[in-house]
């Protein structure tokens, strides 16, 4: 199989058709020479410092052009006799010369496409004219098969071993075609010639062989050529496009028919599967996409899980339009879902920490402390009240309220389960010896105000947007721009701090084929992270990458407001809040001292960077969540 990213040499470079030391476009000119005393065959030697492969381009484009204005006719001659074809002994001396082959190893064998139906096809394309003598023609498809060995037969050339023997079949095909080439014999001949041979010669005819011939010679290397492939720590994700339509290509017909036996290989069909998506091809889309998913293996490493759930998420795109998603991304087992992956995930956990511990810095040495929150996260306010707890401030009491909008498709999953959280943190509160109270308020964004959220002189007002901002439609889904409304009115409310914890994610604007490349890097990287803290086959793991599957197939297969999901990066999330009248509130290094020392040296795969005052937590290089604090 040619390496990845390795060009395709040029079909019409390095043809040998037998024709000796002499340039190709004096061959019928010298016909009659040949037939008075055919040249001595040119011994291995010879064929490996060149011969017919230094025609220069124009003289075998010129050649090819003589051949295809022959006409196609009736041809009958008797065999001439000629030696069988000894293939064996033309791969072993092609093995025998692979010690003195310069060229690279992505440019073929001796400087020819190391594609099987490259050289072939001049056969089945062109008229048979002038073909050369019974010995020559014995060249002819000893450079035949050449310039297109199987992949066994390039790999032993490359380590200067011997080929395999030439099958019963295979040398029999071979003398099939030698026979049909000798009946094209001079024109002369031929017309004054009885029905000795009796066959014609057309272009079916051949091609019908070649095709059979092409089928053994090529089955042994039948894979996928890898045009690109992902890349391997998930920074970028390239999506392979052909100059034409995908469905035409070589790579997708051969990808198309049999599944991806590497994991390379599935990658580079997912791209091209995208590609077709994202160009309106859903035919070519759901054929590599049936591929995948017989080869697909969803508990396999996180690479082979990525693959799969991406494939998924393009195949729910192609199916026809249904309400089932949008239930099962807001249910209340994908917010359980959620939490878990928030608990068991650094990526996510170590985020939240920050953004805890930059609340706690605000408020200081405050007392009473008003909590407004858009999206309660159990384990995330457990530990703001055990840290309220070791501050040992008499008399410290925290107020939680948490809203909920009506209009938003999430509330019903968390209207359910905030009477219940509300309990779970009272009790944990009295264990602490924190004050504690909290409220469920149902309000929009719009109509957000300091009365409708019971704020009180003297509280230290927080405002905390972990994951829950990217919720909320922004300009591009609707008119009334919820998202930067709801900014607006968090801004008037006067809070000491807004935290802001978000997926480090493009699934806004960007159009599908930079969410696909995005996400398959952004949940690459999260589904690796779990092979650190979870086992492959854990109970746990599995909830949490089912959740994840929801988010990347509400990311890759919606549009317009069926895409409830939509994160940004963090440089537009600062525009953003900018233009809504917030300052940054710099995140300092003993925060960030603070959550590495959560961390500790047992996960060394994990990151956690402190740069321009946002705290950013990634997997081996790659940021997937950033906490930021606003005043």
């Not at 001396?93 to 073929?108: K, L, Y």
């Not at 070649?210 to 890898?226: F, H, M």
């Not at 650094?346 to 200081?364: K, M, S, T």
Request: aromatic share 4%; with cysteine.
């Amino acid at each position: 199989m040619e390496p990845a990213g390795a060009p395709w040499c040029d079909p019409r470079r390095g043809y040998g058709y037998g024709y000796g030391g002499g340039s190709a476009v004096e061959a019928p000119s010298m016909r009659g020479q040949q037939q008075q005393q055919p040249p001595p065959r040119p011994d291995a030697a010879s064929v490996a410092s060149g011969g017919v492969l230094k025609r220069s381009l124009s003289k075998m484009e010129r050649w090819q052009q003589a051949l295809y204005l022959r006409s196609v006719r009736q041809r009958v001659a008797a065999q001439p006799a000629h030696t069988p074809l000894d293939i064996r002994a033309v791969l072993a001396g092609a093995a025998s010369r692979a010690s003195g082959f310069s060229g690279p190893p992505s440019a073929g064998f001796a400087g020819l496409s190391p594609q099987p139906s490259s050289t072939y096809s001049s056969l089945t394309t062109a008229s048979p004219v002038a073909t050369p003598p019974p010995m020559q023609v014995q060249q002819l498809v000893q450079r035949q098969m050449m310039a297109a060995p199987s992949a066994q037969a390039v790999q032993a050339v490359a380590r200067g071993a011997g080929a395999r023997p030439a099958t019963a079949k295979e040398l029999m095909l071979l003398q099939e075609l030698e026979k049909q080439l000798l009946c094209d014999d001079d024109e002369e001949e031929a017309d004054a010639a009885g029905s000795a041979c009796g066959s014609t010669v057309t272009n079916s005819a051949w091609g019908d062989t070649i095709q059979e011939l092409n089928s053994i010679t090529a089955a042994p290397s039948a894979s996928l050529p890898l045009a690109s492939a992902m890349n391997n720590n998930y920074n970028s994700v390239p999506m392979s496009r052909s100059p034409t339509n995908s469905s035409s290509s070589t790579a997708s017909s051969t990808a198309s028919s049999s599944p991806p036996t590497t994991a390379a290989s599935s990658r580079q069909l997912l791209c091209e599967a995208a590609a077709a998506v994202a160009d309106g091809n859903h035919t070519t889309a759901a054929a590599h996409l049936a591929v995948l998913k017989v080869a697909a293996a969803p508990r396999g490493d996180a690479k082979q899980r990525l693959v799969a759930m991406m494939a998924d998420a393009l195949s729910s795109r192609l199916a026809a339009p249904s309400s089932q998603h949008l239930v099962a991304l807001c249910s209340a087992e994908q917010r359980t879902a959620c939490q878990l992956l928030h608990d068991v995930s650094p990526c996510f956990g170590l985020a939240l920490h920050g953004a805890n511990l930059a609340i706690l810095d605000a408020v200081a040495d405050h007392r009473a402390i008003h909590l407004v929150d858009f999206d309660v996260s159990v384990a995330q306010h457990i530990a703001l009240i055990h840290a309220l707890a070791n501050r040992r401030v008499a008399g410290t009491s925290l107020k939680v309220t948490a809203v909920a909008d009506p209009t938003s498709p999430f509330t019903p999953a968390l209207a359910q389960e905030l009477t219940a959280t509300g309990e779970q943190l009272k009790k944990h509160a009295q264990q602490a010896g924190v004050e504690f109270w909290f409220k469920a308020v149902s309000c929009r964004a719009g109509d957000i105000e300091a009365s409708r959220l019971k704020c009180e002189p003297g509280e230290a007002l927080a405002v905390n947007l972990a994951f829950s901002l990217s919720r909320i439609p922004d300009e591009s889904v609707s008119p009334a721009n919820p998202r930067d409304k709801l900014l607006r009115r968090v801004r008037a409310l006067g809070p000491r701090v807004v935290t802001l914890v978000e997926q480090e994610l493009n699934t806004n604007t960007a159009p599908l084929a930079a969410r696909f490349s995005d996400a398959c890097a952004h949940y690459g990287a999260v589904l690796e992270s779990l092979d650190a803290t979870l086992g492959r086959d854990s109970a746990q793991r599995v909830r949490a990458e089912v959740a994840l599957a929801n988010k990347v197939a509400n990311a890759v297969a919606r549009e317009g407001p069926d895409r409830v999901e939509r994160c940004e990066v963090f440089g537009k999330w600062r525009a953003r809040f900018g233009m809504a009248g917030f300052r940054p509130v710099a995140i300092g290094q003993s925060v960030s001292d603070r959550v590495n020392a959560r961390l500790g040296p047992a996960l060394p795969g994990f990151d956690v960077k402190l740069d321009n005052g946002r705290l950013g937590v990634g997997w081996m290089g790659r940021l997937v969540t950033v906490a930021s604090a606003w005043r």
